[in-house]
């Protein structure tokens, strides 16, 4: 595989294993308090900001070549599985809802690269400034 392929490879793996670690700290906090305690409510906008962006900056890092293209491309995927993969683990059919789960997907979707694509400039501009 080239080295955006492997880029690519690298920031989906980081943005799935992001997105399962905010699904498992969603699942303590109202496991635990019967629902929101007060952390949760102050983690959550770090933890999902470090999601719309880290992913995108470690793309940008590893390929500086096309590292904007290759951040929009985590992100679109991203969002894709995030949505997916959130609504299979809390047992919503996925046919229950199209035109919810459209929305819900090309949202994500599109927020996603962006802020990825954002993350992955950022990346590649730390890297060439560390030179």
Request: with cysteine; net charge neutral; charged share 10%.
């Amino acid at each position: 595989m080239s080295q955006r392929a492997n880029s690519i490879a690298a920031g989906l793996g980081l943005y799935v294993v992001l997105v399962m670690a905010f699904y498992a700290l969603h699942r303590l906090a109202f496991e635990l308090a019967g629902g929101p305690p007060i952390w949760y409510w102050l983690g959550w906008p770090m933890f999902d900001a470090a999601k719309a962006v880290v992913p995108g900056v470690a793309v940008g890092w590893l390929c500086r070549a096309g590292a904007l293209r290759s951040g929009a491309i985590v992100g679109g995927v991203g969002g894709l599985i995030e949505v997916l993969t959130f609504d299979v683990l809390n047992v919503m059919p996925l046919a229950e809802s199209p035109g919810r789960m459209t929305v819900e997907i090309v949202v994500a979707a599109l927020t996603s690269a962006f802020t990825n694509a954002a993350g992955a400039a950022a990346g590649a501009f730390l890297h060439d400034a560390k030179q």
